[in-house]
């Protein structure tokens, strides 16, 4: 299982994975319902930075996943501006990428084994409309999973059309969406086969 952990003894590290979930929540929606003006929604953004630098990641980790959410600020900007105005572009984007961030370094300060146990126990009442919480934690650590091999899957299919000097088009998506369905027959024989294994040792 892919997992973006960064071993560390910081508070956030120390922090129970509910606790932090849990914190996030609230963060989030502070963040999202309070009213804000540019300088509060970059005071957010700040606050993030505060928080990176308190989980012990530094500056240049903060700037890594800044880039990482690049095209969701562009698409924030480009529409507020187009839509509202270039004020509610920079709001909007600053609150947007400020959670985006929190939600970054809680997976950096986390293993992803704790997060989907914490997420397992937390919809436990959900059980009474009969939602199995381990199964949903099952198709999220596959979810997780699967996001490297995608990445990885992508850029060979572009690597591959650049060598055959193919300029990039809907035939890279039409490919990697191919090689993606592949994988995911390959995983769902996998998990198939390993559960018959299982039935007939406890038969």
């Known amino acids: 299982m892919i997992s973006l952990y960064r071993p560390g003894a910081s508070a956030l590290h120390r922090m129970p994975a509910g606790a932090k979930l849990a914190t996030l929540a609230v963060l989030a929606l502070v963040a999202s319902l309070w009213p804000h003006t540019i300088w509060t929604a970059i005071g957010t953004l700040g606050g993030a930075f505060l928080l990176f ?13 800044l880039w990482a959410a690049k095209w969701t600020v562009v698409i924030l900007v480009v529409t507020q501006v187009l839509f509202v105005s270039w004020e509610a572009a920079i709001t909007v984007s600053a609150r947007v990428v400020a959670v985006v ?5 809680v997976t950096l ?7 989907l146990d914490a997420l397992e126990r937390a919809m436990g009442p959900l059980r009474v409309l009969r939602v199995d919480p381990a199964r949903v934690a099952f198709v999220l650590s596959l979810t997780i999973a699967a996001i490297p091999v995608i990445a990885s899957l992508a850029h060979q299919v572009g690597e591959a059309h650049r060598a055959r000097g193919v300029r990039p088009g809907p035939r890279v998506i039409v490919t990697l969406l191919v ?5 995911a027959d390959t995983v769902g024989d996998a998990i198939t086969a390993r559960a018959a294994v299982a039935e007939m040792r406890t038969s």
Do not use: N
């Open 53 to 65: 630098l308190a989980g012990g990641q530094g500056p240049i980790v903060f700037v890594r996943q």
């Open 101 to 105: 961030l929190m939600a970054g370094l």
């Open 109 to 115: 300060t986390t293993r992803t084994s704790d997060l």
């Open 179 to 183: 090689l993606a369905l592949r994988h």
